[in-house]
């Protein structure tokens, strides 16, 4: 029976009552997973370490939620990325099932033999199409990466572990300015990235619109068919969710976001925060989402900016926590009264 105590328990009732009549007659929404990359993107610019047992508590509480994949961490040089230094330390407290669907950065051969060896099954290879910010980053060029790739990847196989081919700097560099699209093009239909289990486009400055992604994840969708596509990007000009909901229409079936809008590359100026995860969840409201399920990742995203000392971004979190209960998806009020 439903508890109409319950601040806001009406208003679920009649929109789940207004989800389910079809008097609209609105056609499905694209169902598109979500991977969170706190762990990883967004933890780069943080001055200080979670540790271990946070972290893994974070992605036993996304994954419970309803998130189908994360990001957890990185293979770059600890000295470089002092906030990922435990990612290995990460896994190992880890389910080979939560395993499976947790992500991890690399950007070489030996990055991915260190990853396999530590069970690590699922793995973004990542180079930037700038070889500017490609030097700056893993400190080769651009071409150097893609011809280590094909070592990666047989690597990878050997293990039975999955790799992605991430594109950094799709759209602009922050130290050669634009990115020509037919640059990122050329590399994601480079046969050298024939089996790769998925191509990332990245707009790592968050200086897109909405008109560019959709044009570029649209011209990667139908040069590789056979490839899905994600899409990570940043809020830096104000157009997360704009740009997010542009690849999802061009054809990406997995966007990346980060709690509270956390994030940012070290290596490249001006770059700031991921679109927030939660802007993205409430955005899209995929199937599996429920108000509870929304208040989970929205708490797991103040707990973390808590813990690091950060300011959240999330503008859906900011509206969780507004005064408006008969919004379903406004959190409970835990100082407000019941009745029995």
């Known amino acids: 029976m439903t508890d109409t105590t319950r601040p806001g328990a009406h208003a679920r009732d009649a929109q789940s009552r207004a989800q389910g009549s079809g008097a609209l007659d609105s056609p499905a929404r694209p169902q598109v997973h979500l991977r969170d990359v706190t762990l990883r993107d967004g933890l780069q610019l943080t001055g200080g370490l979670l540790p271990v047992e946070e972290k893994v508590s974070l992605i036993r509480t996304l994954l419970a939620a ?23 330390e990460v896994v190992a407290e880890l389910t080979p099932a939560e395993r499976d669907r947790s992500w991890v950065w690399v950007a070489t051969p030996r990055n991915v033999e260190r990853a396999v060896a530590a069970g690590i099954t699922r793995m973004q290879y990542c180079l930037s199409v700038s070889d500017a910010h490609n030097r700056a980053n893993v400190g080769r060029s651009t071409e150097d990466s893609m011809a280590a790739l094909p070592r990666a990847l047989d690597i990878a196989q050997e293990a039975g572990a999955r790799l992605q081919l991430c594109f950094a700097t799709a759209f602009t560099c922050p130290f050669e300015g634009p990115v020509d699209p037919r640059r990122t093009l050329a590399l994601a239909t480079d046969p050298r990235g024939d089996r790769c289990a998925e191509i990332v486009i990245a707009d ?80 899209l409201k995929p199937d599996w989402l429920t108000a509870e399920s929304f208040a989970a990742v929205v708490e797991a995203g103040e707990r973390v900016i808590g813990l690091l000392g950060e300011t959240g971004t999330s503008r859906a979190a900011q509206g969780a926590r507004s005064k408006a209960p008969a919004f379903p998806w406004v959190l409970p009020d835990p100082d407000a009264t019941t009745s029995s």
Do not use: K, Y
Not at 66 to 88: F, H, K, Y
Not at 247 to 274: E, I, M, R, W, Y
């Open 66 to 88: 309803g998130v189908p994949q994360l990001e957890i961490g990185s293979m770059a040089r600890p000295d470089l990325v002092p906030p990922l230094a435990n990612t290995l």
């Open 204 to 283: 790592t400055l968050g200086q897109a619109d909405p008109q560019q992604v959709g044009d570029l994840v649209g011209a990667v969708h139908r040069a590789r068919p056979d490839h899905g596509i994600v899409f990570h990007g940043h809020d830096t000009w104000g157009m997360g969710v704009a740009n997010t909901l542009a690849a999802v229409q061009a054809g990406a079936g997995t966007v990346d976001g980060a709690l509270a809008g956390l994030g940012g590359c070290p290596f490249a100026p001006g770059a700031s925060g991921n679109t927030a995860s939660e802007d993205i969840l409430f955005a």
